[in-house]
T-cell receptor, first 112, second 114 residues
Framework: QQPVQSPQAVILREGEDAVINCSSS?????VHWYRQKHGEAPVFLMI?????EQKGHEKISASFNEKKQQSSLYLTASQLSYSGTYFC?????????????FGKGTKLSVKP | KAGVTQTPRYLIKTRGQQVTLSCSPI?????VSWYQQTPGQGLQFLFE???????NKGNFPGRFSGRQFSNSRSEMNVSTLELGDSALYLC?????????????FGPGTRLTVT
């Protein structure tokens, strides 16, 4: 039931792009994306709902493919500040209110 | 606006003891969710409270319990601590909770059980 994130880790140079995927075995109602820097709390990035997508940040966007039961997070022209672990949190259709099931995370490192 | 606060930030307990963690949500937020974060399992949902009622519960044993007060502050309690309970415990607040509500996480309480 836990969504699968890929890749597990990625290393980029500043200015490069990255895609992080989140796949579920269940039909999803919503997908949440968070970023957590080492030693800090996760920070909300965006929510994607069935039937639409919501952009939370200028150079970070995401898509939600309901049929494939997956979401992808796109980071363009990466900056050093993008480094951290990215988590997707999913709420399946018919799932309990507010019960987000998180993936294990994708560790992103941006080098100068 | 003040963020989510959690106390204490660090805690060391012995097996068999019990512990109470506290979370103060952002002013105006009525939903508080609790998560356990470990390197092996990642972020796992414990429970969610809304207007003093537990609305949802994750797959954790009954040793884990919580409550929410009328001012939306929440506490979680773990009784009969086990070594495997060592983790970072995060609380997150949101306006109304649910699938469409963004969550704001606190800094967490690092619990070490020896």
């Amino acid at each position: 039931q836990q969504p699968v994130q890929s890749p597990q880790a990625v290393i980029l140079r500043e200015g490069e792009d990255a895609v992080i995927n989140c796949s579920s075995s269940k039909a999803l109602y919503s997908v949440h994306w968070y970023r957590q820097k080492h030693g800090e709390a996760p920070v909300f990035l965006m929510i994607l709902l069935k039937g639409g997508e919501q952009k939370g940040h200028e150079k970070i966007s995401a898509s939600f493919n309901e049929k494939k039961q997956q979401s992808s997070l796109y980071l363009t022209a990466s900056q050093l500040s993008y480094s951290g672990t990215y988590f997707c949190g999913t709420e399946p259709w018919g799932g309990s209110q507010g019960n987000l099931i998180f993936g294990k995370g994708t560790k992103l490192s941006v080098k100068p | 606006k003040a963020g989510v606060t959690q106390t204490p930030r660090y805690l060391i307990k012995t097996r068999g003891q019990q512990v109470t963690l506290s979370c103060s949500p952002i002013s105006g937020h009525r939903s508080v969710s609790w998560y356990q974060q470990t390197p092996g399992q990642g972020l796992q949902f414990l429970f969610e409270y809304f207007s003093e009622t537990q609305r949802n519960k994750g797959n954790f044993p009954g040793r884990f319990s919580g409550r929410q007060f009328s001012n939306s502050r929440s506490e979680m309690n773990v009784s009969t601590l086990e070594l495997g309970d060592s983790a970072l415990y995060l609380c997150a607040s949101s306006l109304v909770g649910g699938a469409v509500s963004e969550q704001y996480f606190g800094p967490g309480t690092r619990l070490t059980v020896t």
